[in-house]
């Protein structure tokens, strides 16, 4: 069971501001202060999204159409789970679009997961394992996936240039992957932080997809060095 998380607040200047910030550090006031002031953040409640980054999904694909109904879904650093929600709907894992193909939805994070309805969801699993990865091939039999998903993050440890290296490195854990498992015509997509980097992890992609492309959505914060690279039609290792 999710919790909605209250606070206290009074208006200054049109701005929710907390009021029972006492003791709390100004990193989390500042954290604080933003959930309220953010549209996406009550839109996620009222429409019961586990969180605010089901937007980011959601814009993306609206425009993009990389998950159709009967599309087989992994979904990497999973945890809450909004990603999946939106998976669950857009490849009618829930059968609700009569008619139409049923689609699988995997969820995977470190975290625990509450588990979503219609997805199988993968907790407390390290997907960099190789040990995680077979798993997940004896799940999807001799399905091949669809879509690749990939919200994940390293913890922040504070040191610009580790902290980018650490997410390059799950991004190319995410694309071999990708390579191993997807069917032809697959879409990946994954989220980087912008660093020298990235171009390099750009043209690599290019090697075994059709169509690259660097995309920040309306609910990533502007603040933020968050990006996500949409590739788009798999074309397979023998390309390369």
């Known amino acids: 069971m999710y919790r909605r998380c209250l606070h206290t607040s009074i ?36 429409m019961n999204y586990r969180c605010r980054s089901a937007f980011k999904l959601l814009e993306i694909d609206q425009k993009y159409g990389i998950i159709k109904p009967g599309s087989v879904v992994i979904d990497c650093g999973a945890a809450p789970g909004s990603w999946s929600q939106i998976a669950v709907k857009q490849s009618n894992a829930d059968g609700l679009n009569n008619g139409k193909p049923k689609g699988l939805v995997i969820g995977i994070d470190l975290l625990q997961i509450y588990p979503i309805e219609h997805a199988t969801m993968m907790g407390n699993m390290d997907f960099t394992r190789p040990e995680t990865h077979d798993k997940i091939r004896s ?102």
């Open 139 to 240: 799940m999807l039999g001799n399905r091949r996936l669809d879509v690749v998903l990939s919200d994940m993050a390293p913890n922040a440890t504070g040191v610009r240039s580790l902290d980018q290296e650490n997410i390059i490195t799950l991004c190319y854990s995410v694309l071999r992957f990708a390579i191993l498992m997807s069917s032809p015509d697959a879409s990946l997509l994954m989220k980087i932080w912008d660093n020298a980097e990235v171009p390099i992890l750009e043209k690599n992609i290019q090697q075994y997809y059709r169509m690259v492309k660097r995309i920040k959505p309306r609910a990533s914060r502007s603040d933020s060095a968050e990006n996500f690279i949409l590739a788009r039609g798999f074309v397979g290792a023998e390309q390369r």
């Open 11 to 46: 208006r200054s200047l049109g701005k929710l501001v907390p009021t029972n910030l006492k003791g709390k550090k100004k990193s989390s006031q500042e954290w604080l202060t933003r959930q309220l002031n953010d549209p996406f953040v009550e839109r996620a409640k009222m």
